[in-house]
């Protein structure tokens, strides 16, 4: 069977230029869109991501500042950034950079963030209005698998859709998002028995787990749509998934790639979120 690839380059493009629309009509009326990232590391790959979200925003007219609080903020120190941004009326998005420093959980501080700047939907209360069917941000990468199945047709009501994967960023998530659209949804994670016998039942399988090569051809049944979330460090420094497409290649009917697959249309819908928070800001 041929494999199609659901690259999520073309769905990003066109998200972008209506951004960029967006953007322009906003600075016009009262100034660019304006997001602040927080970061809270050292780590090379939260850089590399914050690098690259302040081109993405760049290029669209949004602007974007970059708070660091340093690798070993405390808790109350995050949380107090995180409250000021939210009050500032002149900021309209707040992101938190992940990792965060040792025994800081997200829990501990994303709730800090105020829910209508909340672009990447990592507060409690974000993820509760998600699973009550209640308006808010959702992740942007749970929101990438939906909207890249809708780029490419791929049909989810009445589907079994399996979902590797369980964190509070993805995987549940994306749970929420799959039954607003009135998907059948099965959730896995590290404890689940036999993973390949439960996504081999799915007609979608959606993996974010972070191990590379984790799904298999044993782990999709033929025929099937797999979804690729996962970015892993490959053996060369590039970024690969947690499917092992080689396998999977010929079984499945459609694998989106990594990278060029979820990945572009997270940036792209976060970008979104940021124009939408400030149009709501100003409405
Ligand atoms: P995470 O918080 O580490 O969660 C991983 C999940 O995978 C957990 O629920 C875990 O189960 C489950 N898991 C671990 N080993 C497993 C196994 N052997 N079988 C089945 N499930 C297993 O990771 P995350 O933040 O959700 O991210 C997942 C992946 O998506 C990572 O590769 C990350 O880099 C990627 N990601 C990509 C984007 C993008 O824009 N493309 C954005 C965000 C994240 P337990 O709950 O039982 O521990």
């Known amino acids: 069977m041929d494999t199609t690839s659901l690259t999520g380059k073309e769905l990003a493009a066109a998200l972008n230029a209506e951004t960029k629309q967006r953007a322009a009509a906003l600075a016009e009326q009262g100034g660019a869109p304006r997001l602040v990232l927080v970061v809270a590391n050292d780590d090379p790959a939260s850089g590399w ?72 939907g990592v507060s409690p209360l974000s993820l509760g209005r998600l699973a009550a069917g209640l308006p808010g941000f959702p992740p942007a990468t749970a929101e990438a698998v939906v909207e890249l199945a809708r780029r490419h047709d791929i049909p989810l009501a009445g589907r079994h859709v399996a979902v590797v994967g369980r964190s509070n960023v993805v995987g549940k998530p994306l749970a929420h998002l799959l039954l607003a659209e009135n998907a059948t949804v099965t959730v896995c994670h590290s404890r689940t028995t036999d993973l390949p016998a439960v996504t081999s039942a799915a007609d979608v399988v959606v993996a974010a787990v972070g191990r590379a090569g984790l799904i298999t051809g044993d782990h999709v049944r033929e025929g099937a749509v797999v979804i690729d979330v996962g970015t892993n460090e490959g053996p060369d420094g590039g970024i690969v998934g947690d499917v092992d497409a080689a396998s999977v290649t010929g079984k499945a009917a459609a694998l989106s790639p990594v990278p060029g697959g979820v990945g572009p249309v997270t940036t792209a819908l976060l970008m979104r979120h940021v124009v939408q928070a400030t149009e709501a800001a100003r409405a």
């Open 49 to 120: 991501y914050v690098g690259s979200l302040q081109r993405a925003a760049g290029r669209l007219g949004i602007d974007c500042d970059t708070v660091d609080l340093g690798a070993d903020a405390t808790a109350d120190a995050i949380r107090a950034e995180l409250s000021k941004l939210s009050a500032d009326p002149g900021v309209h998005a707040v992101m938190l950079q992940t990792p965060l420093p040792a025994g800081v959980g997200l829990d501990d501080v994303s709730g800090a963030i105020a829910a209508e700047k909340d672009v990447d």
